[in-house]
């Protein structure tokens, strides 16, 4: 370790356990570690939403007990701009965006990354659970090795420059290894509970948080197998394929094409009539018009450069918590990917992001249409 004894490494700190061990361990691999605490986020920042000011003290605590250094940084006009003003923008076409995937590759990777190399940095790192590995001349975006935890697939859209500066400690590890390391080293965020809700604003009531930004349009909500009215909704922007809660229609029974025993299952949105804004549900989560063996895909990025051959097999998935679906790519030109699963995939929904993976390699991928 003696070759990075004084390179330094600037580390996004966000007071959680997984940020704090990745500052722990490259201190104990011998680098010279700065710790930087994002702030992102400064509409209605109280104690009832957001929680950075306790983020901002878990994180003092940690750089004290580790002994590093951190330096505070405000990228919320940044944030507004690139991510923000996006995210609003999708929901307003009637999509639905994933503002972590751009959240990583405008703010976390660029914004943040900007600031450390002005700092003198030759690397940053964060807590995500991914790996990088140069092969060829090339990085590669890899899979981590704790499977229920990797997030490649909010990673996909870095590029060559950002995975070049970029070191993930924690690539080899599980996540009960690493609140290990954190209570063995007397962290104690060790038994912390993880984030979660929209990047860099937190958990709260989302439907409300979008009706501040967002107008309301009130419209019908319909079966989509006999056009039955069956409530009202708020507007279509709050609504995503898929989405179970929060549609005021569970106790309506099915109508003629529908069995006696089917009769008390629960809705699901199925589709979206922008033009007639009409939301459209379906019953039972198995029903055909929840399930897609094909998508297309604009906004490609690929991390490597190239795009994948077509006609072979891959795996992609279409959100966060799914299990790798096989797959093969049938086009991919002109900025559009058209690819088909060799089983159908539940509530595929515009706006969201297909992620493709070659084994471990995380290949890229781009917003579904």
């Known amino acids: 370790m003696a070759s990075v004894m004084k390179k330094t490494v600037v580390v996004g700190l966000s007071g959680g356990v997984d940020s704090s061990v990745a500052a722990l361990l490259l201190k104990q691999w011998g680098w010279n570690v700065v710790g930087l605490f994002m702030k992102n ?83 940053i790192a964060t807590g995500h659970y991914a790996g990088v590995r140069e092969f060829d001349g090339r990085f590669q975006l890899l899979k981590s090795e704790d499977g229920t935890k990797d997030q490649t697939y909010f990673l996909h859209r870095l590029d060559q420059r950002q995975l070049s500066k970029t070191l993930f400690p924690l690539a080899e590890l599980y996540k009960r290894d690493v609140r290990k390391i954190a209570a063995e080293a007397g962290l104690h965020v060790a038994l912390k509970k993880d984030s979660t809700g929209i990047c860099f604003i937190g958990e ?55 069995n006696a025993e089917n009769d008390h299952e629960a809705w699901f949105v199925a589709k979206k009539d922008i033009g007639r804004n009409i939301l459209y549900v379906v019953q039972g989560r198995g029903h055909p018009a929840l399930l897609s063996d094909q998508l297309s895909a604009g906004q490609l990025s690929w ?29 991919v030109d002109d900025g559009r990917l058209d690819l088909r699963f060799a089983v159908p ?10 992620v493709v993976y070659d084994g471990r390699v995380c290949l890229g991928g781009g917003i579904i249409g």
Not at 204 to 219: A, N, S, V
Not at 345 to 354: I, K, L
């Open 41 to 123: 986020w400064e509409d209605d920042d109280d104690e009832t939403y957001c929680s950075s000011r306790q983020d901002l003290l878990d994180v003092m605590s940690v750089a004290d007990r580790i002994g590093i250094d951190v330096e505070v940084v405000n990228f919320a006009k940044e944030y507004k701009e690139r991510v923000f003003a996006r995210f609003l923008a999708e929901y307003r076409a009637g999509r639905t965006p994933n503002p972590d995937v751009f959240c990583n590759s405008e703010i976390k990777f660029k914004a943040f990354l900007e600031h450390a190399l002005s700092m003198g940095a030759e690397k």
């Open 204 to 258: 709260r009531p989302f439907k409300e948080f979008l009706m501040r930004y967002l107008p309301r349009r009130k419209g019908e909500i319909r079966s989509l197998d006999d056009d039955r009215v069956l409530g009202e909704h708020d507007g279509l922007t709050f609504h995503t394929l898929g989405q179970r809660k929060g549609l005021s229609i569970g106790g309506i029974k099915g109508g003629k094409t529908k």
């Open 303 to 331: 991390i490597s450069g190239g795009s994948p051959k077509t006609h072979w097999v891959f795996a992609a998935k279409t959100r966060y918590r799914q299990t790798d679906a096989p797959c093969e790519i049938e086009r």
């Open 345 to 354: 995939q539940w509530a595929v929904t515009p706006g969201q992001s297909v």
